[in-house]
């Protein structure tokens, strides 16, 4: 099995990671930007949990913490040299990773959850978001927001389905907010057929991004944003 690899798409760059501590498949790696420092650090978990620092770590660093249960399957995401990610001891929550200081946190959420699969993870003009779609059929999904509080208080904001979901149901490829202030669905609405329907978080609209040239009948995973970066891995 080939080894997992980081691509940066601005330096034409690609960095493979080492072998993994244990397993050799459905190893979750997340990656994460210190800003201060300009260090790039990967979190690694299969059943232990890893840290490699690019530039400077040959081999995966054994994690000081007891990390909760991740689910290999949801996507993590990153924010001000902070990674997030959705774990499942009891109740669903969310771990906080400190790239700089490697410590961790958990964050508890609106209210007590179990099942994963209709949450997604997202940044929202540079606040940790949560996509929740249990209630698209009837209409809506809600985007809760963490604010940048004291108390840390989760904002609920109701967002109305768009009328080309009210006929056929999508399945979710990806998610993420453009540089724009638009959080970007990516969904297929039927056999071959790709959509992304971009949402206003501010004006509260919605309109259609096409993208031209996509292979028909293909299984795209995924279509993401990412900033400009010509810092090196190192």
Known sequence: MRPAAIFNPSAKEVRFLPDPIEGKCWNK?????????????VLERYTKYGVFTLGIDKSWRDSQHILPCIPYYMPSVCISGVIYQFAIPDDLSIVAFDVKYEKIKIIALWIALELVYYYRLIEVKGKLGVIDYR??????????ILEKTPKREWERQ???????????????????????????FVVYLSRGDL??????????????LKIKGLPKGSNISGIYCYVESLVPFG
């Open 195 to 208: 959509c992304c329907l971009c949402y206003d978080v501010t004006r509260k609209s919605w309109r259609v």
């Open 29 to 41: 790696y997340s990656l994460g930007f210190e800003p201060k420092e300009n260090k790039y650090k």
């Open 158 to 184: 109701i967002i109305g389905v768009p009328s080309i979901w009210k006929t056929r149901e999508p399945r979710f490829a990806s998610f993420f907010m453009d540089r724009h202030g638009e959080i970007v």
């Open 135 to 144: 209630k698209w059929v009837s209409g809506y999904f809600d985007l809760w």
